[in-house]
């Protein structure tokens, strides 16, 4: 299996711009999360996904965030209009099990908005 | 809201045991306590979890306290790969996998 698979691994973008990450979770899994990591914040979940519908999107930090999930086996993270403060590594998670189980991480998105 | 407190930081000497600790006093019974770690420039990898006994695998071995309040990652022979940040986190329903600071584990040849 490959993995949970991301893309891209690498954005440079200016504010205002929109930006699309993608996210491809492994098969089978049906549980899916996307998170933000920078060095103020630490990790911090963003929203969690079960069977392809949002549970708790509590952490999503504005509306210029949304998420989607249209099938199992793809989701987006996008951010309209973007800026320097969204500067960071976003991951995508993934787990058969969802609160019991292994989650399985994506090498991550890095976001930088000049 | 990790609801679960570790030290900042560790160090330990290679080959040596180690013995990471995590505070999760607020813990129910249905929650789970899950350990993870992330290497530098890369995602988060599972190490182990566990619900109340204790648990081993090939990366580590779990130690849960009698009232679930605490919990110990041991590491029995430290090396070098295992220089990481390693996150303690509860999960339910109402609190799934928000992972905190965690303690940054230095290992020390």
């Known amino acids: 299996d490959a993995g949970v698979i991301q893309s891209p691994r690498h954005e440079v973008t200016e504010m205002g711009q929109e930006v699309t990450l993608r996210c491809k979770p492994i098969?089978?899994?049906?549980?899916l999360f996307w998170y933000r990591q920078t060095m103020m914040r630490g990790l911090e979940l963003l929203i969690y996904?079960?069977?392809?519908?949002?549970?708790?999107d509590s952490g999503m930090p504005e509306d210029r965030f949304s998420a989607k999930m249209p099938n199992a086996s793809f989701s987006t993270l996008k951010i309209q209009p973007s800026e320097p403060r969204d500067s960071a590594v976003y991951f995508c998670a993934s787990s058969q099990r969802a609160l019991a189980g292994e989650l399985f991480f994506g090498e991550g998105s890095r976001l930088t908005v000049l | 809201d990790a609801k679960t407190t570790q030290p900042n930081s560790m160090e330990s000497n290679e080959e040596e045991p180690v013995h990471l600790p995590c505070n999760h006093s607020?813990?129910?019974?249905?929650?789970?306590i899950h350990w993870y770690r992330q290497l530098p420039s890369q995602g988060p990898e599972y190490v182990i979890h566990?619900?109340?006994s204790n648990v081993n695998n090939r990366m580590a071995s779990l130690a849960i306290a009698e009232d679930r309040k605490s919990s110990t990652l041991i590491l029995h022979r430290a090396t070098l790969r295992d220089a990481a940040v390693y996150y303690c986190i509860r999960t339910n329903t109402g609190n799934q996998f928000y992972f905190g600071t965690g303690t940054s584990l230095t290992v020390i040849p």
């Open positions: 098969s089978g899994h049906n549980s």
């Open positions: 566990g619900l109340t």
């Open positions: 996904f079960n069977n392809n519908v949002p549970i708790d």
């Open positions: 607020t813990i129910s019974g249905t929650d789970y």
